[in-house]
């Protein structure tokens, strides 16, 4: 069982925006803006979209964008293509377990 | 741009020791501030961090692998490496090193899948 709670699948048209929620804890979202997202395309390594809830890396569309409320983050992916058809992580910081992950997101471009 | 390349054994006995190494291009393991880390993931699932090291030798683990993992690293060589111990099928995963800072994760090698099987 992940620490952080995904939903399993997200679907959205070329075009729309969708939200993935990253729900953790007290322990890890709630208390560090640590939050970061990772993007995994099949038999690829994952790679580093949104860190510290909010910021891109270098090279990253501005279409990818975060938030935080409470316990939760929310990943928003906005002006869908169909290169954004894969595996999304989130992960969080934690005092005592150190980088903790979701259980993922598969996102499918209809 | 920095680039990691996993290496060891594709097949590893239960109860043996898991043994992968990580080797650094393009960048020092001595130059930080990054933590050089592992993580893992299971046959279609996610992700699993499994502990990062520091240039230093300091060395940090997932609680609940503690007592099994082992992490080194050898900046002449510019790589650093993993131990698993007492391996069951549970750890048949592909396992990644990666460049991470003090909170998210830069940059990652491509991954090796190492099966627990006799």
């Known amino acids: 069982q992940s620490a952080l709670t995904q939903p399993a699948s997200v679907s959205g048209s070329p075009g729309q925006s969708i939200t993935i929620s990253c729900a953790g804890s007290s322990s890890d979202i709630g208390t560090y803006n640590y939050v970061s997202l990772y993007q995994q395309h099949p038999d690829k390594a994952p790679k580093l979209i949104l860190y510290e809830v909010t910021n891109r890396p270098s090279g990253i569309s501005p279409r990818f964008s975060g938030s935080k409320s409470g316990n939760t983050a929310s990943l928003t992916i906005s002006g869908l293509q169909a290169e954004d058809e894969a595996d999304y992580y989130c992960s969080s910081y934690t005092y005592n377990d150190g980088m903790v992950f979701g259980g993922g997101t598969k996102l499918t471009v209809l | 741009q920095v680039q990691l390349v996993e290496s060891g054994p594709g097949l590893v006995e239960p109860s043996q020791t898991l043994s992968l190494t990580c080797t650094v291009s393009n960048a020092s393991i001595n130059r930080g501030p990054y933590y050089w880390s592992w993580i893992r993931q299971h046959p279609g699932k996610g992700l699993e961090w499994l502990g990062y090291i520091y240039a230093s030798g300091n060395a940090y683990y997932n609680p609940s692998l503690r007592g099994r993992l082992s992490l080194s690293v050898d900046t002449s060589k510019n790589q650093f490496s993993l131990k698993v111990t007492s391996v069951t099928a549970a750890d048949t995963a592909i396992y990644f090193c990666?460049?991470?800072?003090?909170?998210?994760?830069?940059?990652w090698g491509q991954g090796n899948l190492v099966t627990v099987s006799s």
């Open positions: 990666a460049r991470a800072g003090d909170t998210q994760i830069w940059s």
